[in-house]
């Protein structure tokens, strides 16, 4: 096999938010992540939202209320 095809390989430490540490192998070197196999909620079994902030509260604060409006019907479409 050729020599220069083939990516650059670390000993890379995954580092989680919540504090977990994993040692692996791979073509990027010391990754830190948001979320792991130790803290997210399918795997531990507690329900939880992760993002806390929330999206509809974040869509209110820039678009304003986040109620649908709906015309009212005329009357000459009602009584057709």
Known sequence: MKEEGHPTVYETTITCTCGAVYQTISTVQNLKIGICAGCHP??????????????VDKFAQRYGSTRVRRAAPKLSDVSA
Do not use: H, L
Request: hydrophobic share 30%; charged share 30%.
């Open 42 to 55: 399918y795997f531990t079994g507690e329900q939880r939202f992760i993002d806390t902030a929330g999206r």
